[in-house]
């Protein structure tokens, strides 16, 4: 097994794995990790393996707050050696009351947490973080609240998801006039296919010292290099909820990296996350997993290559 490296979360003082595991598939419906035992074999494997940073959100799962019910159930004396992350700010359905739409507010962000928390079965989380932009709350409001709970215990940094290169420059600037703590952390979609936070999402991430934590790196499983132009395992995301994209894959292009990994003798799993890991400010490689064997391979594909400067550019040509 390989060892994982760990690398500071933007100007944080936490220490996170640079695989990260998504914790969306834990009470995801139709998956292994729906039911507890199949989410404690992840869980619990990930952990063996070296992996410290776990990232969920309150809406994940087959019902609202599923995952973080499930991952509380299984971390017990282990929470203590991990990195817990989740989210708040979408649509929870009611199950913190009425919101209006404004998830940003000081009495939904409340609301928010302590559900979290009890889920959890926690009294403190990691790192808490914006979900999505709220258009009806000030952002100054937002970090008002978020600052309370630093205050309080309950949270210990914070970050946000979703943020347009605009918002999160208004956000630090806000935080440095009102004296709140910053966010520490951007977590945006990004991977070889869907490269647009290069336009100002990691412009404005790498300006502002923040860690960046990718979402659907693998762009779904897709760069794990089980799919070809004939289809995937049956069983696979991707297959069963996303088909169309796979549709929409240049596979010209894909088949060319399979080429290149091919000539380099490595993975095409090996060469993404070292890619992605070669990125400017980012962090972790939030990787989602619904059977332990899935971890070992992103755990030990992680810095099994030392590509070389050249390597890098020449995928990002690849796909550009």
């Known amino acids: 097994m390989a060892s994982i490296e760990y690398r500071n979360l933007g100007p944080s003082g936490l220490r996170v794995s640079t695989i990260g595991l998504g914790c969306n598939n834990f009470g995801r419906a ?12 992840v ?14 959100a309150d809406i994940y799962g087959a019902e609202r707050g599923l995952s973080e019910t499930l991952m509380g159930n299984s971390l017990g004396a282990r929470r203590h050696g991990i990195v817990l992350a989740t989210k708040f700010g979408m ?4 199950a913190n009351g009425p919101d209006w739409g404004a998830r940003g507010s000081r009495r939904y962000v409340r609301l928010a947490v302590e559900a979290s928390l009890r889920r959890l079965q926690t009294d ?9 932009p709220d258009p009806l709350t000030p952002i100054e409001e937002t970090l008002s609240v978020l600052d309370d709970l630093i205050t309080e215990g309950k949270v210990r940094y ?10 999160i420059a208004e956000a ?37 010292g923040l860690g960046f934590l990718p979402f659907f790196p693998l762009y779904n499983g897709l760069f794990s290099g089980k799919f070809s132009r004939q289809g995937g395992p049956a069983d696979s995301r991707i297959v069963r909820t996303k088909s169309h994209l796979l549709a929409d894959v240049p596979w010209d292009t894909v088949e060319a ?11 095409m799993l090996e060469a993404t996350f070292a890619w992605l890991l070669a990125q400017p400010g980012l962090t972790s490689v939030i990787a989602g997993a619904t059977r332990p ?18 390597d890098i550019a020449e995928i990002s040509a690849l796909f550009a």
């Open 172 to 208: 630090e600037y806000v935080a440095t006039l009102s004296r709140h703590p910053k966010f520490v952390s951007a977590q945006n979609e990004y991977s070889l296919l869907v490269r647009d936070a290069e336009l100002e999402v990691l412009p404005a991430v790498n300006a502002y």
């Open 43 to 56: 869980l619990h494997t990930a952990i063996d393996a070296g992996v410290t940073l776990f990232d969920t």
């Open 30 to 41: 139709g998956t292994t990790t729906e039911s507890q035992d199949g989410t404690d074999a």
């Open 158 to 167: 914070i970050g946000h998801s979703n943020l347009a290169g605009w918002q």
């Open 257 to 267: 990296y399979e080429e290149f990994c091919s000539a380099r003798g490595v993975t």
């Open 91 to 94: 649509d929870m359905g009611g």
């Open 293 to 310: 064997e899935q971890i070992i391979q992103n755990t030990d594909a992680a810095g099994s290559w030392s590509a070389t400067p050249d």
């Open 124 to 132: 403190w989380i990691d790192l808490y973080q914006l979900h999505q």
